[in-house]
């Protein structure tokens, strides 16, 4: 089992940025973040392996970035540049070592007003 605790969601105004963090209770080989917004499917937004390979959707690129740091086994997420399609519910995952499933964070809220 992992436990994930989540913060930094919040509202802000377009261009604006926030930070997402997110502890998981052990280490694990790979943590990131997904989003859900209202009507669509949730969908990856950025993962990080430990050993540093990064994975983006498109629509982030440049915009975002994702940091882990490996003694603490959290993981962040800065988003820069936010657009009111950012807006949604953020959920962090993290898939342990030798694992095909992956465990997933309660979710925090983004909202960017326009």
């Known amino acids: 089992q992992v436990q994930l605790v989540e913060s930094g969601g919040g509202l802000v105004q377009a261009g604006g940025s926030l930070r997402l963090s997110c502890a998981a209770s052990?280490?694990?080989?790979?943590m990131g973040w997904s989003r859900q917004a209202p009507g669509k499917q949730r969908e990856l937004v950025a993962d990080?392996?430990?050993?540093?390979?990064?994975n983006y959707v498109d629509s982030v690129k440049g915009r975002f970035t994702i940091s882990r740091d490996n003694a603490k086994n959290t993981v962040y997420l800065q988003m820069n540049s936010l657009k009111p399609e950012d807006t949604a519910v953020y959920y962090c995952?993290?898939?342990?070592?030798?694992?095909?499933?992956?465990?997933w964070g309660q979710g925090t809220q983004v909202t960017v007003s326009s």
């Open positions: 995952k993290a898939r342990p070592f030798g694992a095909r499933s992956e465990y």
């Open positions: 990080l392996t430990v050993g540093g390979v990064t």
């Open positions: 052990r280490s694990v080989f790979s």
